[in-house]
Every structure is written in C-alpha cells, then in structure tokens.
C-alpha cells in the first residue's frame, strides 16, 4: 500500500486506520503490507510514537 507522503497526512491517516479498522500497529502492518520500522521513523521523526495502550501515535 501507499502511505501519504506528507508527514502530518500519514500521522492522520494512519491513526484513522488504526482506531477504525486495527487492534494494533503490528496488525496493521501486516494486513497493509506496511514497514513497521519505516512507518515508526517517519513518525518519530515529526514527534510521535506508537503507544500500545492507546493504539494510536501521540
């Protein structure tokens, strides 16, 4: 899958699949065919990490 290239439109993006359609970050990966590591370093990379508890970036 193709992931919005704009940092703030994936944090979006990817919390809205995660809170609408994921139990979890790993289980969003691996359905979307998604770099779990790639994903969580652009993120990072703008201020937010993956909080399991939460299931969602903050």
Excluded at 16 to 38: A, G, H, P, V, W
Aim: charged share 30%; hydrophobic share 35%.
């Amino acid at each position: 899958m193709e992931l919005p290239e704009d940092a703030m439109m994936l944090f979006s993006y990817v919390n809205m699949k995660l809170r609408d359609f994921y139990n979890s970050l790993d289980e969003m990966c691996q359905s979307e065919d998604i770099d779990k590591e790639t994903l969580c370093s652009r993120l990072a990379a703008i201020g937010y990490e993956y909080s399991p508890e939460h299931n969602k970036f903050w």
